[in-house]
């Protein structure tokens, strides 16, 4: 399932990104009171109910004569394309300007579905204002205060009533992995290796392909669908910076995944957008696999290969069960290790445990380390059981989940992995008091 994109868009310093802010749970968006300050889109995923959905925030969109203005506005328009509903913020204190009408014409050209928040309508002068946002013609408005916190359940409601998350066209047992990872690291060329045959385009230049790209397979008898997330151009115009825009092609394209392949170019080594990308991989629960390509062009390769790997675990701590391959798209040197390696974490993302067998290794884990005390009380660890898969989930109940430091919460997860293979999967420990549901 794909979730929903919505934008917000809005000219500058209404307060999109307090509203982001809100809507997110956390201050990720920069707020100042200087016009223009979000100068960049921000990510978030904004979960409500039964409701989820990918947030972005833009810069503002501004007719005066700033250097920025042009790629701002050039932003804004990637992420209205992208967005399958905009969230049209406007002031409630200043009512409409120049720029509001700007925005307008552009929602309206790019005939998406349109909600109209007004933010600081807990100002006097909104009563002023008030009726002139009919003006601007559209269905939706919702009064909201990004300061005052207020209209957001309003908001989220006008947002999720028409949208369910988008399903798949592949049956169940269709395995789907997404090469990931930021541009011109050979994400296409290791997607034509992999089918043998040109079926992607494939240059030098960072961000040559536009879309999101399908390419169903067979492989030793079982179905596959790749997925080749997208680069940057956009109507024969690089209209920001590289990076940025790879991030939401990217978080699509892990929602519609089973497994995730996170490229890492070798000559250029690990840089911080290529742990961002991974970590949004992990945040879904996804199952990853960690393909180093370029290795054709690295010497001395047994010695670089423990280099690399021990580089690797030093800047991925967060996901220390990632297997790591080493392969040339170019060449199809080592090509050949990455399909059984995707197979295998497939596997173990949706392995199950009998529950006896839980329960032994967690009670043997327990009886082997207790854990600490706290203000004169210890953890009690009384049953175990796998609730999930995709990743594995488990519930353990204790007698205060309120005890659990997050060092015993990993020592259990290690023992966990020691015992059954979860290699390529995070797994996820649920500790619920006793007779908790």
């Not at 992420?79 to 200043?94: L, P």
């Not at 720029?99 to 100002?123: E, F, H, Q, W």
């Not at 997050?406 to 992995?417: P, Q």
């Amino acid at each position: 399932m794909r979730k929903p994109v919505v934008a917000l868009v809005g000219r500058p310093n209404v307060g999109k990104s307090t509203i982001f802010n809100r809507l997110v749970g956390s201050k990720l968006a920069i707020i100042e009171d200087t016009p223009g300050v979000t100068r960049d889109r921000l990510y978030g995923t904004v979960n409500h109910g039964d409701y989820s959905f990918h947030l972005i925030d833009t810069g503002g969109i501004d007719i005066a004569e700033n250097k920025f203005n042009d790629e701002i506005k050039g932003q804004a328009e990637l992420a209205i394309d992208e967005a399958d509903i905009v969230v049209f913020v406007v002031d409630g204190k200043e009512g409409l300007t120049a720029n509001d009408y700007v925005v307008r014409d552009i929602l309206v050209r790019s005939g998406k579905d349109v909600i109209v928040a007004i933010n600081k309508a807990d100002t006097k002068l909104f009563k002023e204002h008030q009726y002139d946002f009919y003006e601007l013609g559209f269905a939706d408005y919702v009064c909201v205060s990004g300061e005052q916190n207020f209209g957001f359940y309003d908001l989220i409601d006008a947002i999720t009533k028409d949208f369910k998350e988008i399903p798949e066209d592949y049956e169940d047992d269709v395995i789907k992995f997404s090469i990931i990872g930021r541009p011109n690291v050979g994400k296409s060329s290791l997607v034509n290796a992999l089918l043998n045959e040109n079926r992607v385009i494939v240059s030098a230049v960072a961000g040559t392909t536009r879309d999101a790209i399908d390419t169903p397979f067979t492989y030793h008898g079982e179905q596959f669908v790749v997925i080749d997330t997208a680069g940057m151009r956009k109507r024969g115009k690089i209209y920001e910076n590289v990076e940025k825009y790879s991030l939401l092609r990217s978080l699509k394209a892990i929602d519609r995944s089973d497994v995730c392949v996170i490229v890492i170019n070798a000559e250029e080594g690990i840089i911080e957008h290529d742990k961002h990308i991974a970590g949004y991989a992990i945040s879904a629960g996804k199952a990853v696999v960690i393909a180093v390509n370029k290795w054709d062009v690295i010497e001395n390769k047994d010695k670089a290969m423990k280099d690399f790997t021990k580089d690797i675990r030093n800047n991925f701590q967060f996901m220390p069960y990632a297997p790591i391959v080493y392969l040339s798209a170019l060449t199809k040197k080592r090509i050949h290790t990455l399909m059984p390696m995707i197979i295998k974490v497939y596997d173990n993302a949706r392995r199950e445990v009998k529950t006896s067998l839980l329960n032994n290794i967690i009670m043997d884990a327990y009886a082997l380390n207790l854990p600490p005390t706290y203000k004169n009380k210890r953890l009690k660890i009384y049953f175990s059981s796998q609730v999930g898969t995709c990743p594995p989930t488990f519930n353990i109940q204790v007698n205060s989940k309120g005890l659990i430091h997050f060092s015993y919460e990993r020592y259990l997860e290690n023992k966990i992995r020691e015992s059954f293979d979860f290699e390529g999967t995070p797994i996820v420990l649920q500790f619920k008091n006793k007779g908790e549901q």
